[in-house]
């Protein structure tokens, strides 16, 4: 094997000549890759007949693992990795498989195979097995002036996405405001384009973890780690699967990913008014002291303030009589049907509640659920209880349960027969899942399926639901949201993370994205001070969606200017946005563009994190 590994490196060289001289001559190439020659394997691919991209895959007698050099004729190099970095030296060099069908096929004895196949659109699908192995791994060099792009929100949410380190941690929807929530938001998805034009994408069911520049020896590198531990459920084979795919730039390589659906386009648009218009929320204005007294004339407010052309009023936290009760609390709202019809028939405002998927202890409805089998449960069958920012015992509902899911809903439908017209629906993250939990579907989804499942059932209550999490929820014409941010400056989690979050979110395919709220959340009393409230809005002003809490009047009228004048710049082009909008279905195209889909070989477009685009 040593031997002939010396050998391919010259052999290798002769055939990539041999092969550029036919593919430049030849009258008509298909575009895609070419068969890979297998002796030296290497596979040869073209995106058209003047720009050639060729991928080198070498096997390493040393390490025993596999080289990986995607590079260009004409930019150079745009990948470079080493697979199978995990593998144990026991296992020795790598044999070419006996019988691959046409594919490119390393196998290690009968401990793992690595099988690297040819796609038709520029793309090449690698995929390890293994029975034995707990753990695969390939990493990828960052190297200077390439920038990553994708992955999941993160409390320090910059752009590129490369410069932090990031400790191995899996990719599944969280919580990073919760002390065990993990690095990562309530969106994430396994996919990533880098500025050399490349597109990665992770594909299920890998049991992926990642990590950034994070290990003695991967300082400058990321990893991409199926690892076969929790929070995933354990399977009989590990793999690690992915697809790299190639264009003539960053904004090409991220057009064809959305071309062939790998990243589903929306469907429709969401609420047309939630887009247009302001909403308001009582939450970082009120916490949880709402009452219908408060809600009455917080909303009275916005009218006489000259707010009165908004979309809706949205109740937050601790209307009900007990968490998860989904019954308004009598006491503090004696009326709510009334209520109702005031913010409706005399104000001209919709109304929007604040709604989770848990049940406290104590409430009612806990025992209903607990009977039912509604709860999530543990490997036994019995239900699990769980913990969340407003109760130490719950039961989390298993929205992979049609029976629950249904249940659940009807209570919800009871609430819109007095007039409610739609939900914020919080949470939805696999943190709240507790160990040894498990969820209906295909275990080997576990436990992003729960989040997949979760927004897919509150999806059906129309297009002004607006969810926190998301996981291959792509397609649904509702509007996803931030994390809540905090009332600060700063990338982490402040208003310098507002606009990496905007491009992060749309970049994995979520177009439709709701900044949260004006300012931030005011949490630990700390409101954002007077600029930093005008900072917020102007940059929030062409978003998809304008949502207040903090009342502009509480600063002075200078103030309460500014926002009036933002609203009306936002209503001039309305018809822009909505446009836009509508690109997004047909294309996928983000609503809000990083720069470099404007000049996409531009390398200063690459670090730039304070700009956006709204097409058109």
Same mark, same amino acid.
């Given at each position: ?42 596979? @040869? ?29 004409? $930019? /150079? ?19 070419? !498989? ?44 960052? #190297? ?36 065990? /929530? ?55 084979? #590990?793999? #690690? ?54 809600? @009455? ?8 303030? /000259? ?9 937050? *936290? ?29 104000? /001209? ?48 509902? *298993? ?60 999806? $059906? ?40 979050? @905007? ?59 500014? !926002? ?53």
């Amino acid at each position: 094997m040593s031997s002939w590994s010396v050998r391919a490196f010259g052999t290798m060289v002769a055939i990539v000549i041999i092969m550029l001289v036919i593919m430049t001559f030849a009258p008509q190439v298909k575009s895609g890759i070419l068969a890979p020659v297998l002796s030296p394997n290497v596979s @040869l691919r073209q995106s058209n007949s003047s720009s050639q991209k060729i991928l080198l895959i070498e096997p390493k007698t040393k390490e025993n693992g596999i080289s990986f050099n995607l590079t260009s004729k004409e $930019t /150079g190099t745009l990948l470079i990795g080493y697979l199978g970095v995990s593998l144990p030296k026991a296992i020795g060099n790598p044999s070419i !498989c006996p019988s691959s069908r046409g594919d490119t096929c390393f196998e290690y004895g009968d401990f793992a195979r690595l099988k690297i196949s040819e796609e038709s659109d520029d793309c090449s699908r690698l995929e390890w097995t293994s029975h034995f192995a707990n753990r695969l791994e390939d990493c990828f060099n960052l #190297l200077p002036g390439h920038h990553w792009y994708g992955g999941g929100e993160t409390l320090l949410q910059e752009w590129p996405i490369e410069k932090e380190p990031r400790v191995e941690t899996p990719t599944v929807a969280g919580d990073y405001l919760d002390r065990q /929530g993990g690095p990562y938001g309530g969106l994430v998805e396994n996919y990533w384009l880098i500025s050399t034009g490349v597109s990665l994408q992770v594909l299920e069911p890998t049991p992926l973890y990642i990590s950034w520049r994070s290990r003695d020896g991967h300082k400058d590198k990321v990893c991409f780690v199926a690892l076969d531990e929790a929070p995933y459920l354990r399977s009989e084979n #590990l793999t #690690l699967s992915y697809r790299v795919c190639i264009g003539q730039n960053i904004k090409d390589a991220h057009q064809r990913t959305l071309d062939k659906q790998r990243l589903p386009k929306p469907t429709d648009l969401p609420d047309e008014k939630m887009m247009v218009e302001p909403f308001w929320s009582t939450w970082a204005q009120y916490k949880t002291n709402v009452s219908q007294e408060i809600v @009455l004339d917080y909303a009275r407010r916005v009218a006489t303030e /000259g707010f009165n052309r908004s979309s809706h009023i949205e109740i937050d *936290d601790h209307w009900e009589t007990c968490y998860g009760e989904a019954v308004f609390d009598p006491t503090k709202f004696p009326n709510p049907k009334s209520m109702i019809d005031e913010l409706k028939e005399v104000m /001209g405002f919709r109304l929007t509640l604040w709604i989770h998927p848990f049940i406290n202890i104590e409430c009612p409805s806990f025992a209903t659920a607990l009977r039912e089998g509604y709860f999530v449960k543990g490997k036994k069958g019995q239900s699990v209880i769980t913990r969340w920012w407003q109760g130490a015992n719950a039961g989390l509902i *298993d929205f992979t349960n049609p029976n629950a899911t249904d249940w659940w809903k009807k209570r919800l439908n009871t609430l819109q027969a007095l007039g409610v017209d739609s939900f914020k629906f919080d949470a939805g993250e696999t943190n709240w899942i507790q160990d040894g939990s498990v969820v209906g579907g295909d275990p080997l989804l576990h436990p992003n399926s729960y989040t997949t499942a979760y927004v897919n059932a509150v999806a $059906t209550y129309g297009g002004m639901v607006e969810v926190r999490s998301g996981r291959n929820n792509q397609a649904l014409p509702i509007f996803f949201r931030m994390l809540d941010k905090d009332s600060i400056w700063g990338y982490n989690n402040g208003l310098r993370s507002l606009i990496p979050t @905007l491009l992060l979110f749309s970049t994995v395919g979520y177009p439709f994205v709701l900044p949260d709220m004006i300012g931030g959340n005011a949490y630990k009393g700390q409101k954002p001070s007077k600029e930093l409230f005008v900072r917020w809005l102007q940059a929030n002003a062409f978003m998809p969606s304008l949502q207040f809490s903090i009342v502009p009047w509480q600063y002075d009228e200078d103030v309460v200017k500014i !926002c009036k004048d933002v609203v009306e710049l936002r209503e001039k082009y309305n018809s822009t946005l909505l446009n836009a909008a509508k690109q997004a279905i047909a294309t996928g195209a983000p609503i809000n563009r990083p720069l470099w889909w404007i000049a996409p070989t531009d390398k200063e477009t690459f670090t730039i994190d304070s700009g956006r685009r709204l097409e058109r």
